[in-house]
């Protein structure tokens, strides 16, 4: 299990690359997550929502209500041009400081 | 089933956002809710664990009402303020003055109620007029995410900029007896502002709120069964 520090680091990079894949509503963002990193990753509505406020005030996100095929209303989320401009430097980032850590703690797959 | 959305409008009454805003986001984490709910029960969970499992998402309501406040929050406030009262305001202003010298202008003449100088002037179908511009102003700040507050004071805008124009006859009153050395009677002043203020301010004023109040009241009604309808 990733501790809860390193999990808010990365938390922004989950999300922007979740997105990529297209778009969709916080639920299903916080269930994809989980499942893609084997539940290492978990977003409660406490964690997920004020992110996404906060990033979508950034304009890397953008959020639209839409009706799904059950006819819910649901607020959908999809990736900017600036939030795809800011997912590159950002998994660069954050490869070189896994990268950094797996030659300081000599940890394999760090 | 709980009703989710009375419950996350409940927990999070305390979000000071525009009021759609604010629909919104009770909206969004009630549908969030219920689909961890549903999510619960169809793995087979009794209906009051998967409540519980749902809630245990937020462990504490208020904390998550700071952190939406501060995410939201991030806006430029001076455009929100331009948007939500300056220019309504201003157009309410404008507009009930263009229709105060349109009357005039036609011949209309005010209505001297009380004796000699201590009468108030009733201008009728200018007061008439003044809800409309007062909800006129009220709607364009609601409109524009304006709250309660601030749709009201943009309703009331024009009496608000009279009362200041008539406060600043003080200052210059002052300024007029240094300079050219005449002396100023503020007694005199004082009493001729209080009694235009009755005719000019205070009665106009209760004319443009009765406006803003009606504007509040129906958008009020309005946005509920909007969220209902959201949650449905």
């Not at chain 1, 990033?55 to 999809?78: A, D, F, L, P, V």
Request: glycine share 10%; proline share 4%.
């Amino acid at each position: 299990m990733i501790g809860t520090g390193i999990k808010r680091g990365t938390a922004e990079l989950a999300v922007l690359s979740i997105l990529e894949g297209g778009p969709m509503h916080g639920y299903e963002m916080a269930r994809r997550i989980e499942q893609e990193t084997k539940g290492a990753l978990r977003f409660t509505l406490a964690a997920l929502y004020p992110m996404l406020y906060r990033m979508e005030q950034h304009g890397w996100i953008r959020g639209t209500w839409e009706t799904s095929s059950n006819g819910r209303r649901k607020r959908c989320y999809r990736l900017t041009p600036a939030g795809r401009k800011k997912l590159s430097p950002l998994r660069r980032e954050w490869a070189e400081l896994f990268r950094a850590l797996q030659r300081l703690t000599k940890v394999a797959n760090a | 089933m709980p009703n989710w959305q009375e419950l996350v409008r409940q927990l999070l009454s305390g979000l000071a956002l525009d009021i759609a805003e604010r629909d919104e986001i009770h909206a969004e984490l009630a549908a969030h809710l219920e689909e961890s709910y549903e999510a619960f029960c169809a793995e087979g969970l009794p209906q009051r664990e998967a409540v519980e499992r749902t809630l245990v998402q937020v462990a504490d309501w208020q904390d998550l009402q700071r952190k939406i406040l501060i995410a939201r929050r991030r806006k430029q406030p001076m455009q929100k303020r331009v948007h939500q009262l300056w220019i309504p305001g201003v157009l309410t202003m404008m507009l009930s003055t263009i229709f105060l010298m349109a009357l005039q202008k036609l011949g209309v003449q005010p209505r001297l109620v009380g004796n000699g100088s201590n009468g108030i002037l009733f201008y009728a179908p200018w007061l008439a007029s003044l809800p409309f511009f007062g909800a006129l102003g009220a709607y364009l700040s609601v409109r524009s995410g304006g709250l309660l507050g601030t749709g009201l004071l943009a309703s009331v805008f024009p009496a608000f900029a009279l009362t200041a124009v008539f406060l600043l006859m003080f200052p210059i009153g002052t300024a007029i007896e240094r300079v050219i050395g005449i002396p100023v009677d503020f007694g005199t002043v004082a009493t001729a502002l209080l009694l235009d203020g009755f005719d000019w301010i205070l009665i106009p004023g209760v004319a443009l709120l009765a406006g803003g109040f009606l504007v509040q009241f129906l958008f009020n009604r309005w946005s509920w069964s909007k969220t209902g309808r959201l949650a449905a």
